[in-house]
């Protein structure tokens, strides 16, 4: 899980969080992948969404990766880039029958 949000720093506008698993995929295995995206609309005063995304692991490894695509310029000069933050980001094991 993990929360998509703006910094409180003037950024408005549509921001879009893209997550992206690649599970195994080492030596021989077949790697999966899982992809989520996320929206957040920001009114740049601040605030965030939860969102999730699951995943198995087929191999020793699973690489996760975050990436933007919406990027901005602040309200107040006009000039500074500007973006979605992300926090929050939890990679919990889940309870399997053997």
Known sequence: SFAVGDARDGCEGAMLVHAVVVAGGGGNATAK???A???YASRGG???RQASL???ASGRRARV???SSYYH???GDGVSPCGPVL???KV???MTKA
């Open 92 to 94: 919990q094991p889940l």
């Open 54 to 56: 699951r995943f198995v």
């Open 46 to 48: 601040g605030g965030a």
């Open 73 to 75: 310029t602040s309200a």
């Open 65 to 67: 990766t975050f990436y």
């Open 87 to 89: 926090d929050q980001v």
């Open 37 to 39: 995206a996320v929206p």
């Open 33 to 35: 992948a899982a992809a």
